[in-house]
């Protein structure tokens, strides 16, 4: 079963940026040469995370501030006081979240729903760069 391996490359901003990657994943797939199969899709670090989610202004916003509801930057964590870098909540949320996703594609096309993309999620309390990695296999 064949493998196509690509890495994609992104400027992010931190604190919770929200990035729909989904055409870059799309365009991988369609130039991978595999027709039917699954992509998986993985951020190397520990302070981003992969999902899916409707890419809207409003639930981007909301999807922001569930993050802060859930796993605040302001309070103590012990990250914090053993490295002073500031940055625990964002490791938090990346290990909630999760740093893959796969997403099978038939003829060369992404199996996403109508109102459904691929983000990459930025937690970190600053300005990154960011690789992800797509294995595309299948048939």
């Known amino acids: 079963m064949p493998v196509v391996s690509l890495r994609l490359d992104f400027s992010t901003q931190g ?5 729909d990657i989904t055409e870059q994943v799309a365009e991988g797939v369609m130039q991978s040469g595999i027709a039917n199969g699954v992509v998986t899709i ?12 409707e890419f809207e202004g409003g639930l981007i916003e909301d999807f922001q501030v569930l993050w802060e509801l859930l796993i605040p930057q302001d309070r103590e964590y012990g990250h914090n006081e053993k490295w002073h870098d500031g940055n625990a909540h964002s490791h938090l949320r990346a290990s909630l979240l999760g740093p893959s996703l796969s997403v099978p594609f038939i003829d060369r096309r992404l199996n996403l729903g ?3 993309q691929i983000v990459l999620v930025d937690f970190d309390n600053r300005p990154r760069s960011r690789k992800v990695i ?5 048939e």
């Open 114 to 116: 109508t109102w459904q």
């Open 134 to 138: 797509c294995q595309i296999i299948g």
């Open 15 to 19: 604190r919770s940026e929200v990035i």
């Open 42 to 53: 993985f951020v190397p670090g520990s302070t981003a995370a992969l999902t899916t989610v």
